[in-house]
């Protein structure tokens, strides 16, 4: 197990009588544990776990003193790779920054103004290069990856949330009581976690046939349609249907079936899968049943 020590500084009206409201307080203090877990998640996967304790308080403005723990299990000790971050000190740093660290979570931020780098480029097996209005920083690719982590810019966010409340103006992280990181309210916006982007798992086109439940005649309002087993929404993309539908040409009563190709897409949003669904094209329109068939004898009684 190996330990690092960091302090986390709250300034303002608000903590200057050295205390600080339960409400702000506790959120912060799971954040910085979420940022702490979810950075040693990025960097050691299951390698490795990970704890926070609150050692003491101190006197003058509200500061919370950190011992960070990073123990490594057991089957592992003696197959550490490069890629795993193999201190307490070293995840520390890469969070914060630190005493002789160039590089740190809060710093990129700060650099990047919560947004994608512009340009960047592959220099080694442990380096970025990456620019940033005309100049190039060499990134450690560890602390890229953090970057990148929804799961980090996440807790992130909510660690550096109490600065956009009224009377908490700066968060100062020391460490051996020198300042390795520093926000001010103006800055918050920076350590906004961006959204999710949707990633395709899935595009297909298949033929079903679909009773229609409802119908839309706005531009861009959905169908609800069945299949027998499963309800959809689907916006219709056939646009000879469409002109059908809007001439008059089409009518629609109760148990009527559409045959038709529907576009199905799925999506991976964060940890949330979306799907939707469109009718590319209508094959056929099946009216409901208005008579009974009946077998009848073409040749009738002699």
């Given at each position: 197990m190996t330990t690092a020590n960091f302090t986390v500084v709250y300034n303002g009206d608000r903590v200057k009588n050295n205390t600080m409201d339960v409400r702000d307080l506790a959120p912060a203090l799971l954040s910085i544990g979420s940022l702490v877990d979810e950075a040693n998640r990025v960097l050691n996967g299951d390698n490795a776990t990970v704890k926070l304790h609150v050692d003491t308080t101190a006197p003058g403005c509200f500061e919370i003193n950190m011992l960070l723990d990073l123990a490594f299990l057991s089957q592992v000790k003696d197959f550490l790779t490069s890629d795993l971050v193999n201190s307490a000190i070293n995840l520390n740093d890469l969070i914060w920054g630190g005493v002789g660290a160039t590089w740190g979570l809060i710093?990129?931020?700060?650099l990047l103004k919560g947004k994608k780098p512009?340009?960047?480029?592959r220099v080694d097996?442990?380096?970025?290069r990456i620019q940033v209005d005309g100049q190039t920083y060499d990134v450690p690719l560890k602390l890229l990856r953090l970057y990148q982590d929804l799961g980090v810019r996440n807790a992130l966010e909510k660690t550096i949330s109490p600065l956009k409340k009224e009377g908490i103006d700066s968060l100062e992280v020391k460490q051996?009581?020198?300042a390795i990181a520093f926000i001010e309210k103006k800055e918050a916006d920076y350590f906004d976690a961006p959204q999710a982007e949707d990633e395709e798992i899935l595009d297909e086109i298949e033929k079903g046939a679909y009773s229609i439940l409802s119908v839309a005649f706005k531009e861009d309002n959905k169908w609800r349609l069945y299949d027998g087993n499963t309800t959809i929404t689907a916006s219709i993309k056939d646009e000879d249907f469409i002109y059908r539908v809007e001439h008059g040409l089409e009518s629609f009563t109760k148990g009527d079936v559409l045959i038709c190709e529907v576009r199905?897409?799925?999506?991976?949003?964060?940890?949330?899968?979306?799907?939707?669904?469109?009718?590319e094209r209508v094959i056929e329109h099946k009216k409901a049943a208005r008579q009974i068939n009946l077998d009848l004898d073409s040749h009738g009684d002699t």
């Amino acid at each position: 197990m190996t330990t690092a020590n960091f302090t986390v500084v709250y300034n303002g009206d608000r903590v200057k009588n050295n205390t600080m409201d339960v409400r702000d307080l506790a959120p912060a203090l799971l954040s910085i544990g979420s940022l702490v877990d979810e950075a040693n998640r990025v960097l050691n996967g299951d390698n490795a776990t990970v704890k926070l304790h609150v050692d003491t308080t101190a006197p003058g403005c509200f500061e919370i003193n950190m011992l960070l723990d990073l123990a490594f299990l057991s089957q592992v000790k003696d197959f550490l790779t490069s890629d795993l971050v193999n201190s307490a000190i070293n995840l520390n740093d890469l969070i914060w920054g630190g005493v002789g660290a160039t590089w740190g979570l809060i710093g990129l931020a700060k650099l990047l103004k919560g947004k994608k780098p512009p340009k960047a480029e592959r220099v080694d097996d442990h380096t970025v290069r990456i620019q940033v209005d005309g100049q190039t920083y060499d990134v450690p690719l560890k602390l890229l990856r953090l970057y990148q982590d929804l799961g980090v810019r996440n807790a992130l966010e909510k660690t550096i949330s109490p600065l956009k409340k009224e009377g908490i103006d700066s968060l100062e992280v020391k460490q051996e009581g020198k300042a390795i990181a520093f926000i001010e309210k103006k800055e918050a916006d920076y350590f906004d976690a961006p959204q999710a982007e949707d990633e395709e798992i899935l595009d297909e086109i298949e033929k079903g046939a679909y009773s229609i439940l409802s119908v839309a005649f706005k531009e861009d309002n959905k169908w609800r349609l069945y299949d027998g087993n499963t309800t959809i929404t689907a916006s219709i993309k056939d646009e000879d249907f469409i002109y059908r539908v809007e001439h008059g040409l089409e009518s629609f009563t109760k148990g009527d079936v559409l045959i038709c190709e529907v576009r199905k897409r799925q999506y991976i949003t964060g940890s949330d899968l979306k799907t939707e669904y469109e009718v590319e094209r209508v094959i056929e329109h099946k009216k409901a049943a208005r008579q009974i068939n009946l077998d009848l004898d073409s040749h009738g009684d002699t």
